[in-house]
Nanobody, 123 residues
Framework: QVQLVESGGGLVQTGGSLRLSCAAS????????MGWFRQAPEKEREFVAS????????YYADSVKGRFTISRDNAKNTVYLQMNSLKAEDTAVYYC????????????????WGQGTQVTVSS
């Protein structure tokens, strides 16, 4: 089993920055794709970013491209999401997830999920 724990969420003003962390335990994540998703109230969970096990290939939703950066430190079994130039529409609960089989933008493809961390951007 894999446990994923997100941290780093909070309240920030429009234009501000936050760095989310996702610490994994129970299994090394070095060989797996990791993703970040978010879910706003009354909306579907949506893809934000994903990263290949090597850390070289990264994919982003159009809505965050150029503002968010996903990275990973396999030695620390941790994945990060640096969020800059935050907007009110970025307000959501952010989840990290692990995909055993490969990369995907679909939440249903991910096998393990964290409990989420709230990000609130005030205008």
């Amino acid at each position: 089993q894999v446990q994923l724990v997100e941290s780093g969420g909070g309240l920030v003003q429009t234009g501000g920055s936050l760095r989310l962390s996702c610490a994994a335990s129970g299994r090394t994540i070095s060989w797996y794709y990791m993703g970040w998703f978010r879910q706003a109230p009354e909306k579907e969970r949506e893809f934000v970013a994903s990263i290949k096990w090597s850390g070289i290939n990264k994919y982003y939703a159009d809505s965050v491209k150029g503002r968010f950066t996903i990275s990973r430190d396999n030695a620390k079994n941790t994945v990060y999401l640096q969020m800059n130039s935050l907007k009110a529409e970025d307000t959501a609960v952010y989840y990290c997830a692990l995909n055993v089989d490969g990369d995907s933008r679909h939440a249903s493809a991910y096998d393990y999920w964290g409990q989420g961390t709230q990000v609130t951007v005030s205008s």
